[in-house]
């Protein structure tokens, strides 16, 4: 078991120093400098500038981002701003910190995402294995038939017919902003009740374009483990089916279900694009569309960092808990 946690750590420092090296030779291999970006937009401020003015101005730009030294020297203090929560100052809001405006964003797309994301995975899981164990019921085959029909619809769409029917046709829940604009964010009644009105068609969009994929994923799970002979052993001892199902089925095919789970916690660090987008949601899908139209390279940088830490550090912690959680790699391990 020590070989083991030795053998993922040293997977996780690999893993995350790769990542974030990719993330530094993108974002520098990018055709659009953010600097100019910046002189562009102070020229189209109506900036009027002689040659030397200009020259000095962006030379005061690339010494205060740091982009006048060697690309080694980006490179190092690139890492070392990340591993100090340091991203720098965003280029867009510029004197505000980028870390200043991802913690305003994360808690409200933590809050949306990983809400839905646990809701579709404990429906989604929870019908799969029922449809699956008991799959000759017609409950079991209208469901399939639902999902596997539901499955292909893009998201957007889903997105879209929901704020048709709720704000437009039956206007029931507002589509912009994370709360009431006379509401303040705290943690009274009137402004947690504001919150969860704004985040219901988000979080429901989420879930019915997610809880598809779960439930086919552990129908077919559960299909290929139910004719094991443990499972007809089992059967054969008396054991009730619901004893069966939970703790002989279920134990078995949870590790990809859950693994898949930690990727999806990973990727919330990187927001929501699409759907915080759609319903105008104040998370880091929204901070990230608005640096990419400003060009904002910190902004941009910042968020990617984000998820791939996001990411590794569930994959890590996963396959730390699937050795308890499989009975069949516990054995292995």
């Known amino acids: 078991m020590v070989k083991y946690l030795v053998e993922k750590t040293v997977f996780l420092i ?11 030779i993108i974002s520098r291999s990018t055709p659009i400098h953010p600097i100019d970006t910046l002189m562009q937009q102070l020229s189209a401020y109506g900036a009027q500038l002689t040659q030397q003015q200009y020259n000095s101005i962006k030379d005061t730009y690339l010494k205060l981002y740091g982009l006048n030294q060697p690309v080694i020297s980006q490179y190092f203090s690139f890492l070392a701003g990340i591993f100090s929560g340091d991203f720098g100052p965003s280029f867009s809001a510029f004197p505000t910190p980028v ?3 991802i913690e305003r964003a994360l808690p409200w797309t933590v809050g949306l995402l990983l809400t839905a994301l646990i809701i579709s995975w404990i429906l989604g899981n929870l019908a799969g294995l029922l449809a699956g164990f008991f799959d000759k019921s017609n409950i079991s085959k209208f469901f399939q038939g639902l999902f596997v029909v539901l499955s292909p619809v893009p998201y957007p769409i889903i997105a879209l017919l929901l704020i048709l029917f709720f704000v437009f046709m039956i206007p ?11 509401i303040k964010v705290n943690f009274s009644l009137s402004s947690v009740l504001s919150i969860l009105e704004h985040a ?10 997610s809880l598809a994929g779960w439930f086919l994923t552990m129908r077919s799970l559960v299909m290929s483990i139910k004719s094991e002979d443990f499972i007809e052993f089992a059967k054969l001892r008396g054991l ?8 002989y089925v279920m134990r078995n095919v949870m590790s990809p279900q859950i693994t898949a789970l930690a990727l999806n916690i990973g990727f919330i ?6 759907t ?4 105008s949601y104040p998370g880091l899908g929204t901070l990230m569309y608005r640096a990419i139209l400003t060009g904002d390279m910190n902004t941009l940088v910042g968020v990617a960092s984000l998820s791939v830490i996001g990411i590794t550090l569930a994959t890590f912690i996963v396959e730390l808990m699937i050795p308890i959680i499989d009975p069949t790699i516990r054995q292995e391990r």
């Open 14 to 24: 690999l893993t995350l120093l790769i990542g974030l090296t990719m993330i530094f």
């Open 99 to 101: 870390m200043s405006l």
């Open 172 to 182: 029931s829940f507002p589509i912009m902003g994370g709360t009431a604009l006379n």
């Open 200 to 209: 219901f068609l988000p979080a429901l969009s989420i879930v019915i374009s």
């Open 240 to 247: 009730k089916k619901r004893k069966i199902i939970f703790s």
């Open 269 to 274: 660090f990187n927001g929501a694009l699409v």
């Open 276 to 279: 915080e987008y759609l319903f």
